[in-house]
């Protein structure tokens, strides 16, 4: 049914492609479409799906760097905070403004005005670009916003800074499809088995890991972004690097919502680390976790549960206390922190999420660690400037590959929706008008489907209830978003399984349709591969 995906896996072993990307994370998915849009002939793979791993179980958040004050990196904070506005003037659909309320307990290790100073310091560091700062006392954080507990606060202050409106998966995919749209030859769930150099070319092996047919890949150059995996991706094929990882875990928990507040909720957990609780539509998200771990293939512990509950109990005066049963969903990752040298501790006050990228210039082979989704227009910029200097042509070296589309496209769009009353078919789970949903989520792409629901109304019907997404858009999915396994749809093409209960999901009457729109004859055997994984 995946006819994209088998297309482009035939297209992969066809010709010799000016670069291999390994890895379809944050930093695969922005060197993909920044080399694509510049002339660039591309290829990605990703052993897993697009945005599979850590770049799915981030804080959802585009920050420029606050907590890195304290370790004293003022040069990556600066930077930080000019990606977060280039991100935020590019996205505006996307990446918004959002406030932190910030309450600093008593016997922290800093008094409250003093970290507020830092807060008008990094707002300097912002250029002005969002809203100001303001200190706030006790009693003026519990009159603002009653769920914060009023024992033990020595005061503290509200500042800006961004968040991604829909999840990081989304964001990530959706450089995905325009690398697709510009040429780049993209396929999920194929795995690199080893690079060799022959006659001056890479020769990759590679894998389809759904129907287990093997080829090769060939490129001049080779862009190792496997996220958590650069490490061995590099062992096997023989490269020395300069950086490594080492490894944090976070973990993230999202229950019903529990302020009304469309503010980040922010405190210092037990450990002195942030700790968040965001607003998530109808949801809310609280963590995180910080713990050195040497396997990227971390889980959720009963000690990451506790930890989290603890402290929001502790630190909000909520109805009654949050428990395990409260947990819609849970979102556990490794945060890949750069290193130079051997060895190491994943102190989060000394090492901050900055990448690095390493080049081979022999090899033409690149290693990008670390990294965060901030700063992602960078990491493409400088992966298309290393590429063009490692030989390979960029005839559109100048093009701007990232963006949504113009405000023409954008206001066609709108004044479509309108004539067609089409915030008036909004589903009342729904946490926002279709209008906004659909044009942040489908760009360019939205105005077809309103066509589609202008010739069939039925297409406008909401298909997995207690979630907001309407049959065009499950149909949309399946044509054009590489939909291999159904977690793909439930979890990162949209966040279905983020806030909706697994029974409810699995109770929906529409969930067999979408499996059948999805997945066609196997419809069937993909809902049962899902429930097979929730075991």
């Known amino acids: 049914m995946n006819n994209l995906r088998k297309s482009n896996i035939q297209k992969l072993p066809q010709k010799t492609f000016d670069v291999l990307i390994i890895g379809g994370g944050i930093n695969g998915a922005v060197s993909a479409a920044a080399l694509a849009a510049k002339g660039a002939k591309v290829a990605l793979i990703d052993k897993g799906d697009f945005a599979g791993f850590t770049s799915s179980n981030s804080s959802n958040l585009a920050w420029g760097g606050i907590k890195y004050l304290e370790s004293h990196e003022y040069g990556l904070v600066n930077k930080l905070c000019k990606s977060r506005n280039h991100l935020m003037r590019s996205y505006p659909s996307t990446v918004k403004e959002i406030r932190f309320f910030t309450s600093i307990q008593k016997g922290f290790r800093f008094p409250p005005l003093f970290v507020f100073m830092g807060t008008i310091v990094y707002w300097l560091m912002g250029r002005f670009f969002t809203q100001m ?166 889980t959720v512990t009963a000690e990451d549960r506790q930890f989290i509950l603890d402290n929001v109990n502790k630190l909000l005066d909520l109805p009654k206390d949050l428990t395990q049963a409260d947990i819609i969903a849970e979102r556990c990752g490794v945060r890949p922190l750069a290193i130079k040298g051997k060895g190491g501790v994943a102190d989060w006050v000394q090492l901050s999420r900055k990448h690095a990228v390493d080049t081979n210039k022999v090899d033409k082979y690149l290693s990008i660690f670390g990294g965060k989704l901030t700063d992602c227009i960078n990491v493409g910029d400088e992966v298309a400037g290393l590429v063009k200097e490692l030989g390979v042509m960029l005839p559109y070296a100048d093009f701007k590959w990232y963006g949504e589309p113009d405000d023409t496209v954008r206001d066609e769009f709108f004044h479509r929706a309108r004539l067609m009353d089409f915030d008036g078919l909004t589903p009342a789970t729904s946490s926002e008008p279709l209008t906004k949903r659909f044009w942040r989520r489908y760009g360019r792409n939205a105005i077809n489907m309103l066509e589609k629901i202008r010739e069939n109304p039925e297409k406008a019907e909401l298909l997995i209830e207690t979630s907001e997404y309407l049959r065009v858009e499950v149909e949309h999915a399946a044509e054009r978003e590489m939909i291999t396994k159904l977690e793909d749809f439930l979890r990162r093409r949209s966040k279905i399984s983020l806030v909706v209960r697994q029974e409810d999901i699995l109770s929906a009457p529409g969930l067999k349709e979408a499996c059948e729109i999805l997945f066609g004859d196997e419809a069937d055997a993909k809902l049962q591969e899902y429930i097979d994984t929730l075991s």
Not at 147 to 164: I, M, P, R
Not at 174 to 195: D, E, K, L
């Open 133 to 298: 700062p303001h200190y706030l006392t006790a009693n003026k954080i519990k009159s603002l916003e009653k769920v914060v507990k009023a024992d033990n606060l020595n005061g503290g202050f509200e500042y800006s800074d961004a968040f991604l409106h829909d999840n990081d998966a989304r964001f990530v995919f959706n450089f995905i499809r325009s690398s697709m749209s510009y040429g780049c030859i993209a396929a999920n769930y194929v795995q690199a088995n080893g690079s060799e150099k022959i006659d001056g070319e890479w020769n990759t092996k590679a894998k389809d890991v759904i129907s287990g047919e093997e080829f090769e890949i060939r490129s001049k150059i080779i862009i190792n972004s496997a996220g958590p995996f650069v490490d061995p991706m590099n062992q096997v094929n023989h490269q020395t690097t300069e950086h490594h990882h080492l490894f944090s875990k976070g973990v993230h928990l999202i229950v019903d919502k529990i302020t009304n507040s469309n503010k980040v909720l922010t405190f210092f957990a037990d450990d002195g680390r942030l700790f968040f609780v965001i607003p998530m539509g109808p949801k809310t998200c609280i963590g995180t976790t910080d713990t050195q771990v040497e396997n990227p293939h971390a």
